[in-house]
């Protein structure tokens, strides 16, 4: 048999001295992937930390210079700010459980009811109303709920009452109804996530063990749909007491949250008071993130590996 | 023949991931046209070996050569060496035509002679008329031939394949090993082929590499490894051995209390240990012991009648169960009783390590 | 799993209520559709079809140039966005930090757009105070430049969880084998990963597309001299409330959105039966 004759170096490289610059394993193409990492470091993670210092920056006329006072933390804690804070958390708090009563249901039912197939697509619809823009979804609420909305038109038609009910819009009911319809699908996502992990064959074992639907909804499934529930609270939570749009466009007079009040300071060039009021945010929702994760594995709704 | 050149000579290749060691430095030397093959436990570093080789994973330490060029800094399309993967690495967006001619496409060689020589390949591997197909279309045999003639079809000097057949069932496996062994001969390149099967690795082997540990434990034609391993390992692993430990003496080896006879006389003092093949053991049956024989007394626990093989296996009285394999007859007695098991001296093995 | 001896009509009333609520978070904007096309506008009782509304609008200079502005700032977030999408689903697979990545990756999903954007304000302000006294120069000043990067933070999860779905069902063994095959790294991406990532990449583009296309508060704080067909539209609205031609507006908004979903749907449809 004849003997090769050809060395290692048979297959010539077909790229040139640039290209393997950039491609080779050796070459910068690796350092690309850095990209994401370097962009989100620089662009998220260093400014929400600052927020911390530049919130006890010294207030000038225009701007802010370093120092060191709380007293922009005093003028949120001192006065209604704070009122609102609390108040806005409560209406966001109510939010996450009418979303709870409404949407996880829903999980439930597409998980443990409709064809293995067919889940996705079913929970796919939830994601419609989510591709249609938040203030455009917001603002079409106005001519729904008003007094002579067409909620009410509709009521009246009925004849349910007889006189147009006024507490849909404009006040914190409005807010909660606009919390609720822009973030109910979350609900329904995360729940549905959380249950992708359960075998569908504990629900049919719940069947057979003829436990009712709500001892198994409470005993069963609410303990391994926990992650998923808790990462949508936190996202509703945190989003009904920081997004200003929907207090702004539905709230009454005095419906005002976090992300009011940040907008405000920004107004008035108050900027170590804004930037306490995102710190604030951002602890809070560390907190609860932190919480949760020590509570429940939350990374494992989106690590295949764990499921 | 007599080779200056080796097709793949690693000295002191390592490979470790964080705290795993998953190759010990390792020097391994593969001769050109050869058909060498890895065995070996799963986790031992078979696979780690051959990606080393095909550059897939950059050693910690040593250096590889391919026919006498220094390759351990060239990345996998630089290399002369083209593989086989388990499963899944045909490229289900393309035809088999494609797959095949995919590495000559990135030539840029000429349509026709593309055309040319990936139908020659389809014929040699067996699937001439698959062109068209899709790799789903095709059986696991049929994808490993296509996963072969993309990797023929370079003609590499180095053809790795990392437990093709694995995914075949048992008989698919046995004529693949055959046909690979073929194929091999008519084109004449260097193949390393992992396998944790032992009678794949009989079947195709020129030259056999026992891996484990992370270690290149021994090698040596199939043949050899079979009959003549000198690890007490690969009598272990290697066919159906019965191993006795002990302490070598001036009159044999020392189990515990018995002394049994050495082939060839070995060190005092020195803890070794005796193999003996199954096949090579008896039972006698009320028969008294031949001459220049080894004997020892215990009870039938077990009995297999195989077709042409009859497998006991006996509990010595130190616990230690020895497994008798004879062609044709099975001992008359029955499970549970009082038996003798025997074997010539020389059919026994010494291992010192 | 139909539960063989459950109830049937327990079972379609599940389904109604699930059908009930899509349409109910669907109606609001439906309504506004529907209302955008009728002559007489909001409240009225008769209802007669037209489009005077909608040629009202690209007619209004104004608007066209907000229109201009939010398909160049689309396309410019989509550009950026995608390979930073794919790099990051390629650092994720290979990092040995896969948990607290993902956590950073999923990060501004949760924080409320308001407060990142003010983060982000007064972090380009200083940026841009600190390049002008220093070296004279305007970077980081409130511009296109920085409302992309505002937006890339908001798109960048979506795109990095769409394309990692899609990776998963991947072999990585056919990247080796292309290697070996003596394909670059990049060669063998674009001749055997991206085919078979394809169909993820393009849901996570038109799915930015949109994403970018109705953002309204993180450009409102970060863009600079320019406004976008959303930052238009709102503040139109807050001036002068709800109008036929702001009823028209959120119509456009809301059917650019539900056709490109709607193509991607279908393409998906069709693919699938294929
Ligand atoms: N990418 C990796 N990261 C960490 N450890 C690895 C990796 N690849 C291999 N190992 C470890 O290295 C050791 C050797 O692995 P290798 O794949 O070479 O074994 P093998 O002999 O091919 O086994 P098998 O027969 O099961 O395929 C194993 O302990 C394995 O866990
Ligand atoms: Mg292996």
Known sequence: ?307 | MSNSVLAVEATGIAKSYGTVQALKPTDLRIEPNEYYVLLGPSGGGKTTTLRLIAGLVRPTAGRISIYGQDVTELAPDKRSTSMVFQSYALFPHMTVEENVAYGLTLRRMPRDEIRAEVSRMLDLVGLNGYDNRRPHELSGGQQQRVQLARSLVLHSDILLLDEPLAALDAKLRKDMCLELKNIQKTVGVTFVHVTHNQEEAMTVADRIGLVAGGELVEQGSPEAIYNRPEKRFTADFIGENNIFDGTATGAGLDIGGRVLGLPTPAETGREISLSVRSEDMRLLDGEPKPEGWQALSGTLIDKVYLGLIGSSVVRLESGQDITVRQVGAMSSGEVGASVTVAWPTEAGRIHLS | ?274
Not at chain 3, 92 to 112: E, G, N
Request: some cysteine.
């Open chain 3, 1 to 274: 799993m139909m539960r063989e001896y459950g109830n049937p009509w327990a079972h379609r009333a599940k389904w109604l209520y699930l059908i009930f609520v899509v349409v109910a978070l669907m109606s609001p904007v439906l309504h506004t559709v529907t209302i955008s096309f009728n002559e007489h506008g909001f409240g009225a009782a008769d209802y007669d079809f037209t489009l005077v509304y909608y040629f009202d609008l690209f007619r209004n200079e104004e608007i066209l140039a907000a229109l201009g502005w939010t398909f160049w700032l689309a396309f410019v977030v989509v550009v950026v966005t995608l390979p930073m999408g794919i790099l990051s689903a390629k650092f994720y697979q290979t990092t040995r930090w896969k948990v607290p990545f993902l956590l950073l990756m999923l990060a501004p999903l949760f924080i409320p757009a308001d407060i990142m954007a003010a983060a982000l304000l007064v972090y380009f302000k200083t940026l841009s105070r600190f390049f002008s006294d220093t070296f004279g120069l305007e970077w980081f000043d409130l511009s296109m430049t920085t409302a992309v990067i505002g937006q890339v933070l908001w798109c960048l999860p979506y795109v990095f969880v769409v394309v990692l779905v899609t990776m998963a069902r991947y072999h990585a063994e056919q990247t080796e084998a292309a290697r070996i095959c003596g394909a670059t790294a990049w060669r063998a991406f674009w001749d055997v990963e991206f085919p078979q990532i394809k169909a993820g990449v393009f849901s996570a583009t038109a799915f930015t597309v949109i994403l970018s296309f109705n953002e309204y508060t993180r450009t409102n704080f970060l863009k600079g001299g320019f406004e976008t067909f959303p930052t238009y539209i709102v503040s139109y609205m807050l001036n002068t409330g709800m109008t036929p031609e702001t009823y028209a507006m959120s119509g456009l908004v809301s059917m650019t959105s539900i056709v490109i979903v709607g193509a991607v749907l279908l393409l998906a449809l069709r693919k699938e039966q294929a």
């Open chain 1, 1 to 307: 048999m004849s003997q090769p004759t050809t060395t290692g170096g048979r297959r010539q490289p077909a790229s040139s001295p640039l290209s393997d610059l950039l491609t080779g394993e050796r070459g910068l193409g690796r350092y690309a992937f850095y990209l994401p990492l370097a962009f989100l470091i620089a662009f998220f993670v260093v400014p929400m930390l600052l927020t911390l210092v530049w919130s006890v920056f010294e207030r000038t006329n225009f701007w802010m210079e370093p120092g060191f006072t709380f007293g922009a933390y005093a003028d949120f804690f001192g006065s209604a700010r704070f009122e609102n804070f609390l108040r806005a958390m409560k209406s966001s708090a109510i939010s996450v459980l009418v979303a709870f009563v409404l949407g996880f249901p829903i999980a439930v039912f597409v998980r443990s009811s409709v064809p293995e197939k067919a889940q996705h697509k079913a929970i796919l619809l939830f994601i419609l109303p989510f591709m249609i823009s938040e203030v455009i979804r917001i603002f079409a609420l106005r001519p729904i709920l008003g007094r002579h909305g067409v909620l009410n038109d509709a009521l009246i038609g009925s004849g349910l009452i007889d006189d147009p009910i006024s507490i849909f819009i404009y006040t914190p009911t409005g807010v909660v109804i606009g919390e609720v319809m822009s973030y109910l699908p979350f609900m329904v996502f995360c729940g549905f996530l959380a249950m992708e992990s359960v075998p569908r064959y504990i629900f049919e074992v719940c069947d057979d063990l003829g436990s009712d639907t709500l001892t198994t909804l409470r005993r069963v499934i609410v303990p391994l749909a926990a992650p998923g529930i808790l990462a949508a609270t936190i996202f509703i939570f945190i989003n009904g007491i920081g997004v200003f749009l929907i207090p702004d466009i539905l709230g009454g007079p005095g419906a005002v949250n976090a992300g009011t009040l940040v907008l405000n300071a920004i107004s008035a060039l108050d900027f170590p008071l804004a930037m306490a009021i995102a710190a604030i945010m951002l602890v809070i929702l560390m907190a609860l993130l932190l919480i949760g994760h020590w509570l429940f594995d939350l990374t494992k709704l989106l690590d295949p590996a764990k499921r």
